[in-house]
């Protein structure tokens, strides 16, 4: 019988254990909120969320992969200058993007406090320097594979936020911003335990120098915008949703308990590319190119041989998975789900060849590959959101002046209701198609650089599955 901590020494295995264990605190934390808040303020909860991860990766996404990149192939001294850089940077990033979050809700405050993004503009700036260190110490550790300790970072805060949840929920009954006041305090507590134990480097700001700081940026600027790209392949649905003239907050609660269960299904592929990309990254450095190559085709083939069963149970039973996870409010969203199944069948194609192209130092080609993307995403959801709207407006007025509706407000309830419903799930098909399209770039860009042969995705990916299992029960 394979023992527990025989398995914990595999790194992947620690990784997708912490992925894990933080998913289930995530997830029940995310059930008890779909049902503590009314659908308005959830909706404004998930826009806050969702704005606040965009901005930052625009905040770590210049530093963070080349951190993990250039701190896995470097000397003591260097590596203390690389993380001193690394603070500084941060924290000049989080200064800008906070000052710039109150400057426009200064100038637009009436607008934004009657809209969906009131939470995000009034409490951004405060979460990002809360933040600041638990971010950093992420990257840190991340670089030097000690998933160990990122665990525990993250139980204090996810594990911490959710009890917080459950007993506000059985107990005291908070308002949205009481549970915001929380998260921040949460949050700081997990910030400062990294700081004591210099986790983030905060000891080696003053070793920061210019040529280290050039270096990161030098690669990030690439990497930034491949990460605010990738973000926006996801945060782009809930931001023209939360702007829909139909759609807005209610849209954004609905849309999120499908994207919920698809993060869950990304557990895996988040953790094993932890650890893959500091390995095939030290691997492109010492030039084992064909390291680099089985790396990728082990990673990308076995998961999606281990994902496609997977989707499709989960396909039969999309109605149970979004009523267990949103209530029975929510089950008329099953199709959305149905959809995102297909597109969990491709994503181990997609985030492995980023990662590939990003360790064989290709950040270029990646960051071209998702701003395709993300060009593709936007342009579609825009089309779905807004054209289906002035469509159901246009049709609306048709109906209502050829045929003599007798009750013009229920005629147009009804078609908000379904056109709502069609709408979300033609973004979730819009998810597919630039989804396809990355996967193709990404292997053209990939292939300029390994001499890649497409077969070995799969006849290795079986071999990865078998090395799994056998590295577990001999551990």
């Known amino acids: 019988m394979i023992s527990l901590a025989k398995i914990l020494k595999s790194n992947n295995v620690l990784s997708l254990a912490n992925n894990g264990l933080i998913a289930v605190f995530g997830l029940l934390g995310f059930m008890i909120l779909v049902r503590s808040l009314p659908t308005m303020d959830y909706g404004a909860w998930v826009l806050f969320l969702t704005a606040s991860n965009f901005l930052d990766m625009l905040r770590f996404g210049i530093t963070r992969t080349a951190i993990v990149r250039f701190l896995s192939g470097a000397d003591d001294e260097e590596g203390k200058r690389l993380i001193g850089s690394n603070y500084v940077i941060n924290l000049i990033s989080t200064t800008l993007l906070a000052v710039i979050t109150y400057v426009v809700y200064f100038l637009a405050k009436d607008s934004i406090d009657n809209s969906g993004y009131y939470l995000f503009f009034q409490w951004f700036p405060i979460v990002a320097f809360v933040t600041l260190p638990f971010n950093n110490a992420f990257t840190v550790l991340q670089a030097k594979l000690r998933f160990d300790l990122i665990l525990l970072l993250r139980m204090i805060t996810v594990g911490g936020f959710m009890i917080f949840l459950l007993v506000n929920m059985l107990f005291f009954k908070s308002d949205l911003v009481v549970i915001m006041i929380a998260y921040v305090i949460i949050n700081a507590i997990s910030s400062i335990f990294a700081s004591l134990l210099n986790w983030d480097g905060i000891k080696y700001v003053f070793k920061a120098t210019r040529k280290e700081s050039k270096v990161i940026l030098d690669f990030g600027k690439y990497t930034t915008g491949t990460l605010i790209g990738s973000n926006l392949l996801k945060s782009a649905d809930t931001f023209i949703i939360g702007l829909s003239p139909f759609l807005g907050t209610v849209g954004v609660a609905f849309y999120s308990i499908p994207m919920k269960l698809t993060e869950i299904i990304e557990i895996p592929l988040r953790s094993f590319a932890m650890t893959a990309f500091p390995e095939m990254s030290k691997a492109s450095i010492e030039g084992r190119i064909e390291d680099v190559k089985r790396s990728y085709y082990r990673n990308s083939g076995g998961l999606t041989l281990l994902i496609v069963p997977v989707m499709i149970f989960s396909f039969f039973f999309a109605e149970d998975f979004v009523t267990l996870i949103g209530g029975e409010q929510y089950a008329i969203t099953a199709n959305i789900f149905r959809i995102f199944c297909v597109y969990g069948m491709l994503l181990p194609l997609d985030r492995f060849t980023g990662v590939a192209l990003d360790a064989v130092n290709?950040?270029?080609?990646?960051?071209?590959?998702?701003?395709?993307?993300?060009?593709?995403?936007?342009?579609?959801?825009?089309?779905?959101?807004?054209?289906?709207?002035?469509f159901v407006a246009i049709f609306t007025s048709f109906k209502l002046v050829s045929y003599g509706v007798t009750d013009p407000s229920s005629f147009w309830h009804s078609m908000v209701t379904y056109s709502t419903l069609t709408s979300l799930e033609l973004v979730a098909i819009v998810t597919i198609s630039f989804t396809l399209l990355g996967i193709f770039l990404g292997f053209k860009y990939l292939d300029e650089a390994l001499e890649l042969k497409p077969k070995k995705i799969f006849s290795e990916g079986l071999l990865f599955i078998k090395d799994f299992y056998l590295k577990l029960k001999n551990r």
């Open 362 to 390: 290709r950040p270029k080609q990646n960051f071209i590959k998702v701003l395709y993307m993300a060009a593709a995403n936007l342009i579609g959801d825009s089309l779905v959101v807004f054209g289906l709207y002035y």
